[in-house]
């Protein structure tokens, strides 16, 4: 029974998450808190019928995303929201380790999953966002792109001749025909998303538009100080200076870089986890 509460709860949050993500490009507060405390706290009420076990595996799960999420935010790969998310995430699916065995046998990974999962998912949604957005803004996104081959021809000349290596390669190693595209296809996959980042990404935001978790597309410097920096997300004490400056009128806008909704990634990766078994069994059926 408390699973079934905790996965619909889960599920409540995600779905709102995802909605205002896709709406607003940002992770509401609530959501991600709110989950963090309703995981935890339906985790410790069922635990007293039914073992501490599962209160200390939400516990475990969370330390684990926490530690994660920690890495992720300061090394500039996500920000502030999804990592909130990604611990509330932590506490829900929990550990799954089995506390009267100790031993590997006894995990149940959906943690494991969840995480795999969700680098898959966000690749993907990543992907299909950024061409919907320059097909969108094909103009802008064409000027860009061409602009960049521009100032990559020694780069592609040296990409040609990689792929041309490869392919007399597997002349006499068959195997070895795959990596003939693999330069190629990732040098233009790259332009690509550079080219609908700086086009499509980049816009003016008027400094009270500004929320935690938005990420500068360049540093904000007065008087030689900088005030807010690009590479992660704006932390509260951060926009609280730039509203300073508004407010003397010596800053109206700031250059953002919209990011890409990553929420929905969390909402399709858990699904995976709770129909793990029916996928795997549909996946046979497919292969077999």
Known sequence: ????????????????????????????????????????????????????????????????????????????????????????????????????????????????????SLLFFGAVVGLFWSLSIALKERSKFFNEFKRLLGLTRRIRLLVLLISVGFFMLSLFYYHAWPFIFFPIGGFYTFCFVKAVEKSCFIKEYSVGQLVEGDWLAEDVVWKGKKIAGMGKGLEKKEIWNLMSLHGEGKLKSVLVKEGIPFVPSFLLAYLVVIFKAEIWQWLAGFLG
């Open 1 to 116: 029974m408390w699973q079934i509460i905790l996965m619909v709860v889960t599920l409540t949050f995600l779905v709102v998450a995802s909605y205002v993500d896709l709406k607003k490009r940002e992770v509401p507060d609530w959501t991600s808190y709110g989950l963090i405390f309703s995981a935890l706290g339906l985790r410790f009420i069922f635990s007293f019928d039914a073992g501490w076990a599962i209160f200390l595996n939400g516990l475990l799960g969370f330390a684990v995303c926490f530690g994660l999420a920690y890495l992720f935010y300061y090394v500039n790969l996500w920000g502030g929201g999804d990592s909130k998310l990604l611990m509330g995430m932590g506490a829900v699916i929990g550990l799954g380790w089995n506390f009267e065995k100790f031993s590997l046998v006894s995990f149940d990974f959906n943690l494991l999953w969840f995480f795999l």
